[in-house]
Each structure stands twice: as C-alpha cells, then as structure tokens.
C-alpha cells in the first residue's frame, strides 16, 4: 500500500511538472508575440496575424536552439500595403529584425487557416 501511494506521487509529480512546463512554454511564446506586435505598432505598422517558432543557430555542422523567438507577422503598413516582417525576439524585448519584405501571395496558403462559419441557418421549408 505504502509503494502504489509514492508511485501515485510520482505520477501526479511527473503530470503536474508536463502541465507547468506547457503553460511557461505556451506563455512565453505569447509574451514574444506581444513585444513583436509593439515593435509593428509603434513602426506604423498594423498587425494582421502572427506566428512563432524557436529560433536556432549553427553550431559545429548542428543546429543549436537559443533562447530567442522568430516571430513572423503578417502586416498593413500606411498605404496598406501587406508586409511581411521576420523579428528575433526573446522575453525581455525584440532583439532584431531580421527581414521586412512584400508579402508574398504565396505564403497565405502556409498560414493556418481560420475555420469556416459552421452556424446552421434555417433552411426555407417547402409545402
């Protein structure tokens, strides 16, 4: 009874550990997202949608994950014009911009795509 008690402990440990290690990951992420947005605000920029991903650099032939952020976001700019603007960003701020460029119409189809208004509306019945 006493060892399924501290294996019941252990797995609650291992599960809550996974689960906190998701939420700082996921929050993390958010908190890059928004320091990138900023950075698109106050360059006049109005953000349309954005995505992120761990930024890696080589390191003898391999590539090593760093502690920064490629935030990738899909802009209007005064004209309204679509750019296109890659940051490097990390918790406390972006620390470059690595590429702002004409947004290409090729990328939408790489974009994750809102799902269709699935609402039912009433169908006309017919006497």
């Given amino acids: 009874m006493h060892v399924l008690f501290i294996l019941g402990l252990v797995l ?16 993390l992420g958010r908190i890059c997202v928004r320091h990138a ?4 605000r106050r360059n006049g920029l109005g953000v349309c949608r954005a995505r992120w991903q761990p930024a890696f650099e080589p390191s003898g032939g391999k590539r090593v994950k760093t502690e920064f952020t490629l ?11 679509r750019r296109l603007v890659l940051l490097l960003v990390w918790p406390f701020g972006v620390r470059k911009m690595v590429s702002d460029e004409k947004y290409p119409e090729s990328y939408d189809e790489q974009w994750p795509q809102k799902p269709q208004n699935t609402t039912l509306k009433p169908t006309p019945t017919v006497p």
């Fill in 12 to 27: 609650l440990y291992i599960v809550g550990t996974v689960y906190l290690l998701w939420v700082v990951h996921l929050t």
């Fill in 71 to 81: 935030v990738q976001m899909d802009c209007l700019d005064a004209q309204k014009q």
């Fill in 37 to 40: 947005k900023r950075f698109c």
